[in-house]
């Protein structure tokens, strides 16, 4: 099954994976850049995946219930919320995502040390639900 790996490993990470087990994240924004750079098709409404945490354990099984790419300044306030990451505004969102977006980990991930977003670069909005969480062995 594929992995599912949300941010990179460290604070940021855990959180996200915090609030999928807890059911508050349903949704996730990626980049299509993202997705062309390492040569990975799009998800695909109906596939499932391991999502990984910090330690590279598997901790839950999600499956995709929705995709679709707009431009950065069409991302709406519901996916917002469903991301759970305590967001109230798409403002608040954006600012949040750009600092990741426009990090030192995530340009190099990209192998662009200038790499920037704008109100036309494309995203990838994913919806999920959680199938099952997965106990870790002590």
């Known amino acids: 099954m594929p992995r599912a ?4 490993p460290g604070p940021l990470r855990d959180r ?13 924004t990626g980049l299509l850049v993202g997705y062309e750079h390492e040569g990975e098709p799009l998800p695909e409404v109906g596939s499932r995946s391991v ?5 590279d354990r598997p901790v839950a099984v999600i499956e995709i219930t929705g995709v679709r790419v707009v431009p950065l300044a069409q991302v709406d306030l519901a996916h917002v919320v469903d991301e759970g ?12 995502h750009e600092r990741f977006w426009h990090s030192e980990e995530m340009r190099a991930a990209l192998d662009d040390p200038e790499f ?3 109100d036309t670069t494309p ?16």
Do not use: Y
Request: hydrophobic share 45%.
């Open 85 to 96: 990451e305590g967001n109230t505004g798409v403002a608040e969102w954006r600012a949040n």
């Open 16 to 28: 996200l994976v915090a609030a999928i087990l807890d059911g508050t994240k349903t949704s996730t």
């Open 116 to 118: 920037t977003v704008d």
């Open 51 to 55: 999502v990984i945490d910090s330690q």
């Open 5 to 8: 790996e949300f941010a990179f």
């Open 123 to 138: 995203t990838v909005l994913e919806r999920f639900r959680l199938v099952t969480a997965l106990r870790l062995a002590d």
